[in-house]
């Protein structure tokens, strides 16, 4: 199998340059524009979409079986921002939050089956403080993000303790992410609020947002580097660093 590395980042994103800080296998689950489940949330594509894909493939006695072991992959997890954009504003958040992790590890827990024991489970960043939101339009989701971020931690300290031979992280991009923004040039970045496609006569390595809602590749090299120290954690946690 072979991947052409082409993201929104504009080069490598987060979790390319993170296998070349780690020797490992590495199964990222984050197609774009893809939620968790298209029958709650519409979508053209959804998590159960890209499970089935990695059963038809990789798993026992199927054609790249044998390129993954249990002890050396990393099965990372970033998705739920498309989830939480689509949905209506009066909608009732908390009871789709809880539908929609639960959906998600229904996903996981197919995955344990098929073998896998490493997860990276990373959490939604605020919305707001992207330049698709410039207008103010979306402030309202912060309540949502919030919720849905506290029930998904909570789901996966829930399942870490279901399980004798897992090894689950949840890793606070949101948290990261907020820090990088507050403290835009201590990161040596020019511009943490505006989006690099709109601004295609300037450098693209002094901007965070690549467009509307995805971060540039200097961006995800940050991301990497964070989360390569956090994986050095020998049990379950949450980043405050």
């Not at 467009?211 to 990497?224: G, P, V, W």
């Given at each position: 199998m072979s991947y052409t590395g082409d993201n929104r980042?504009?080069?490598?994103?987060?979790?390319?340059?993170?296998?070349?800080?780690?020797?490992?296998?590495?199964?990222?689950?984050?197609?774009?524009?893809?939620?968790?489940?298209?029958n709650i949330v519409k979508s053209d594509h959804d998590?159960?979409?890209?499970?089935?894909?990695?059963?038809?493939?990789?798993?026992?006695?199927?054609?790249?079986?044998?390129?993954?072991?249990?002890?050396?992959?990393?099965?990372?997890?970033?998705?739920?921002?498309?989830?939480?954009?689509?949905?209506?504003?009066?909608?009732?958040?908390?009871?789709?939050?809880?539908?929609?992790?639960?959906?998600?590890?229904?996903?996981?827990?197919?995955?344990?089956?098929?073998?896998?024991?490493?997860?990276?489970?990373?959490?939604?960043?605020?919305?707001?403080?992207?330049?698709?939101?410039?207008?103010?339009?979306?402030?309202?989701?912060?309540?949502?993000?919030?919720?849905?971020?506290?029930?998904?931690?909570?789901?996966?300290?829930?399942?870490?303790?279901?399980?004798?031979?897992?090894?689950?992280?949840?890793?606070?991009?949101?948290?990261?992410?907020?820090?990088?923004?507050?403290?835009?040039?201590?990161?040596?970045?020019?511009?943490?609020?505006?989006?690099?496609?709109?601004?295609?006569?300037?450098?693209?390595?002094?901007f965070f947002w690549s467009d509307l809602t995805h971060?540039?590749?200097?961006?995800?090299?940050?991301?990497?580097?964070?989360?390569?120290?956090?994986?050095?954690?020998?049990?379950?946690?949450?980043?405050?660093?």
């Amino acid at each position: 199998m072979s991947y052409t590395g082409d993201n929104r980042s504009l080069g490598k994103n987060w979790p390319l340059k993170l296998i070349e800080l780690k020797n490992m296998k590495l199964w990222d689950f984050a197609i774009p524009a893809s939620t968790i489940n298209k029958n709650i949330v519409k979508s053209d594509h959804d998590f159960f979409d890209q499970y089935n894909h990695f059963f038809e493939k990789m798993t026992f006695n199927k054609y790249f079986n044998g390129e993954w072991k249990s002890s050396n992959s990393l099965f990372a997890i970033w998705i739920g921002s498309e989830d939480i954009i689509r949905i209506p504003e009066k909608s009732n958040i908390e009871k789709l939050s809880e539908q929609i992790i639960s959906n998600m590890f229904d996903v996981i827990e197919k995955l344990y089956n098929d073998g896998a024991r490493n997860f990276l489970i990373l959490n939604i960043f605020y919305l707001n403080k992207t330049p698709y939101n410039k207008s103010g339009k979306i402030n309202y989701m912060n309540f949502n993000i919030n919720y849905y971020n506290e029930i998904l931690k909570n789901k996966v300290n829930y399942y870490f303790k279901t399980k004798n031979d897992l090894n689950i992280f949840f890793y606070d991009i949101n948290y990261l992410i907020d820090g990088i923004i507050e403290h835009c040039y201590n990161y040596e970045f020019n511009n943490c609020k505006d989006a690099w496609v709109l601004n295609k006569d300037k450098n693209v390595e002094d901007f965070f947002w690549s467009d509307l809602t995805h971060t540039t590749y200097k961006a995800n090299s940050i991301f990497s580097e964070k989360i390569n120290e956090f994986l050095k954690i020998d049990k379950i946690s949450e980043n405050k660093n």
